[in-house]
C-alpha cells in the first residue's frame, strides 16, 4: 500500500500512477463490499448451497485479485488464492463463512488504509463551479 501511494509501484500512464489509485480504490471496494460482503450474507440463506457459494467465490474474486496482485498487493492476490484452494475441504456454510468474513474483513482493512492515504489534496483541483446567484 505505502510503496503505491509512494509511487515507488511503476503501473499508471503518461508517467503518472494517480489513476491507479483510483482503480486500486476502486477494485477494494468491489472485493470488499461489492463481492465478498454479499457472499458472507448469502451464506445465512436456507436456500444457498454450500456447493453453489463455493463455486461461486472464485468466479468473482478471480479478477480483481489478479488486478490487485498486479498493482502490489502480493499478500492479498495470494491469500484469495489459499482461499480458492481450500474451499474443496470445507464441509459446511459455517466454515465457508468463517473464511469469508476473515477475507472480507483484510481486504475491508486494505480499503479503509487506500482511503487513508489517498490524495485527497487533489480534490482542489476540481472544485464545483460556483452556484450562479439568483436575482429576484
Not at 496482485?69 to 470445507?90: E, I, M, S
Not at 487513508?116 to 480534490?123: A, M
Request: net charge positive.
Amino acid at each position: 500500500m505505502l510503496a503505491l501511494h509512494r509511487g515507488a509501484v511503476p503501473l499508471g500512464s503518461r508517467g503518472q500512477y494517480f489513476s491507479t489509485l483510483v482503480y486500486v480504490n476502486g477494485e477494494l471496494r468491489l472485493l470488499g463490499s461489492a463481492t465478498l460482503n454479499p457472499l458472507v450474507a448469502a451464506t445465512f440463506d436456507p436456500d444457498t448451497t454450500l456447493g453453489a457459494l463455493c463455486a461461486l467465490l472464485p468466479r468473482l474474486t478471480s479478477m480483481q485479485a489478479d488486478f490487485l496482485g498486479h498493482c502490489g498487493f502480493r499478500d492479498l492476490h495470494a491469500l484469495v488464492n489459499r482461499t480458492h484452494r481450500a474451499l474443496p475441504a470445507l464441509r459446511t456454510k459455517e466454515e465457508l463463512r468463517s473464511v469469508t468474513a476473515a477475507l472480507a474483513l483484510y481486504v475491508n482493512c486494505l480499503r479503509r488504509w487506500a482511503l487513508h492515504y489517498f490524495p485527497w489534496q487533489h480534490g482542489e483541483e476540481h472544485r464545483f463551479a460556483p452556484a450562479p446567484e439568483r436575482s429576484n
